[in-house]
């Protein structure tokens, strides 16, 4: 079975520019969730979807940021205008999606989206 | 505010040798923490975890011990190998249900054979 897979792998864009990561989770996974590891820090939250819908948005930076998941699938994270500080490596992972508060389903993780903003 | 943070950035150590990895946290209320293992070009993979109903598990050459008291998390890898070079990263999950992973810094782990 394939696991979660993103494109691109690597991006170089300048200050200004629009870049569109794309997140494929696992073929049937509800929960598909966005993260970020900015350099020397720790990776942290920024999105989740469940299905189509966002569930919870509250780690997204500012409106530079435009996550969607249409048809509940793939996933893509657009970023416009990009500015220096968005430079990171992106990661996405996906769970299958269990009943909440009895059962946690492990992530997991794509190889990541390293973005460099000049 | 509250975050999980670890101790130590880097740890070297000889092959063969025993691996602990410390992590710290601060939010009491978190029931469930995981380490992850994150190789070069690799996303974040899942290695073991851990409910705050115990305090010891163990895995294949893995144990994470959890210490409620003292808020605290450590993951010792066994007879470690070149293979486990890579960085290490706790997590918790501050409700239970598919909820967003909150990760300390990592630790970078290097294997001198």
């Known amino acids: 079975e394939a696991g979660v897979t993103q494109f691109p792998s690597h991006s170089v864009i300048e200050k200004g520019q629009t870049v569109t990561l794309r997140c494929d989770p696992i073929?049937?996974?509800?929960?598909l969730y966005w993260y970020r590891r900015v350099m020397g820090k720790e990776i942290k939250f920024l999105l989740h979807f469940v299905k189509e819908s966002k569930q919870d948005e509250s780690g997204m930076p500012n409106n530079r940021f435009l996550a969607e998941r249409t048809g509940g699938t793939y996933s893509t994270l657009k970023v416009q205008p990009a500015e220096l500080e968005d430079s990171g490596v992106y990661f996405c992972?996906?769970?299958?999606?269990?009943?909440?508060?009895?059962?946690?389903?492990?992530?997991?993780f794509g190889p990541g989206t390293r973005l460099t903003v000049l | 505010g509250e975050n999980v943070g670890l101790h130590l950035p880097t740890l070297s150590v000889q092959e063969g040798d025993n691996s602990i990895i410390n992590c710290a946290y601060s939010n009491s209320a978190s029931d469930y923490f995981i380490w992850y293992k994150q190789e070069s070009g690799k996303g974040p993979q899942f290695i073991i975890d851990?409910?705050?109903?115990?305090d010891k598990r163990q895995g294949q050459r893995v144990t994470v011990l959890l210490n409620k008291t003292v808020k605290h998390l450590s993951l010792q890898i066994a007879a470690t190998q070149p293979g486990d070079s890579a960085v290490y990263f706790c997590a918790e999950n501050r409700d239970s249900g598919n909820t967003p992973l909150v990760f300390g810094k990592g630790t970078r782990l290097s294997v001198i054979a």
């Open positions: 073929s049937g996974h509800d929960n």
């Open positions: 992972a996906s769970s299958p999606g269990g009943e909440w508060g009895t059962f946690w389903d492990e992530q997991f």
């Open positions: 851990i409910r705050s109903n115990m």
